[in-house]
């Protein structure tokens, strides 16, 4: 599970760890929030649609936050082949984390991680909703603990991922 606040390099860290092995299948858990306002339904719905069909050996069935329409969309089969690393604000809350061989959280500095924001393809549609979307990450890390919880705190200097300190 790859964890952190919008911008850290979440998403990046995941990518780069599909480009390394094939065998990686990586999940956004944006698509379990319910909407821009619900954050923190995101790693319940994505334990009970993804973790425990895979525990089972079953494959899952998702239905994902439509976020063009604003509502859950029909249910669809995510075959997961290899390892699965889910990514994204929230990845690594229970009951996640603790289903994970190994939980990451990715840090930034805040300034950098705005800077990251601003430069993305969705940043006009994510802009209006920065500040509220903010006030849930920091809600749900601190009543999760996440950042102190994960195995690994990674941060990316010079093009390079190095493990941080606490």
């Known amino acids: 599970m790859v964890d952190g606040f919008s911008g850290a390099g979440k998403t990046t860290l995941a ?65 997961v082949s290899g390892l699965l690393v889910v990514e994204g604000v929230g990845a690594a809350a229970r009951p996640l984390r603790d289903a994970a061989s190994l939980s990451v959280w990715v840090d930034a500095e805040p300034d950098e991680r705005e800077r990251r924001l601003a430069g993305r393809a969705d940043w006009a549609d994510y802009r209006p909703r920065r500040a509220a979307f903010e006030r849930q990450e920091q809600a749900l890390a601190a009543e999760e603990g996440t950042r102190d919880a994960v195995d690994v705190v990674l941060r990316r200097e010079r093009g390079m991922w190095v493990r941080s300190g606490a």
Do not use: K, N
Request: aromatic share 10%.
């Open 15 to 79: 990518t780069e760890l599909r480009r390394a092995d094939r065998s990686v299948t990586v999940q956004s858990i944006e698509a379990f929030y319910l909407g821009w306002d619900g954050l923190a339904a995101g790693p319940g719905r994505a334990y009970a649609q993804l973790v425990e069909p895979l525990a089972r050996g079953e494959v899952p069935m998702v239905a994902p936050w439509d976020w063009r329409h604003d509502r859950v969309a029909p249910a669809r089969r995510r075959v």
